[in-house]
């Protein structure tokens, strides 16, 4: 069974950092593209930043400058640094995997979410 883990959201005062986190576990064979989402009240779920199996990155305009992703291979993680954090982004964040588990082809598979919270 495949779990998707995240971590590190928080309550931050604008301005300030985050590191998010997403550990990847179970019988996994391989994992291609990683990606970060995140959700705000009353919004859609939106893509904030993908990482593929190379570590090419992409990001949504509104995180360009930044946001980091970035993933831990051997550690089966991709984590994503907020900078300069503001109001707006808050939300609950999500990772997204695509990979390869024991016994089945490859497909996405989503964390739980993590609440970041930016509020003076």
């Known amino acids: 069974q495949v779990q998707l883990v995240e971590s590190g959201g928080d309550l931050v005062q604008p301005g300030g950092s985050l590191r998010l986190s997403c550990a990847a576990s179970g019988s996994i064979l391989s994992i291609n593209s990683m990606a970060w989402y995140r959700q705000a009240p009353g919004k859609q779920r939106e893509l904030v930043a993908t990482i593929t199996s190379s570590s090419i990155t992409n990001y949504a305009d509104s995180v360009k400058g930044r946001f980091t992703i970035s993933r831990d291979n051997a550690k089966k993680t991709v984590y994503v640094q907020i900078n300069s954090l503001k109001p707006e982004d808050t939300a609950v964040y999500y990772c997204?995997?695509?990979?390869?588990?024991?016994?089945?082809?490859?497909?996405?598979?989503w964390g739980q979410g993590t609440q970041v919270t930016v509020s003076s």
């Open positions: 997204k995997a695509n990979l390869r588990a024991v016994g089945s082809l490859s497909r996405d598979y």
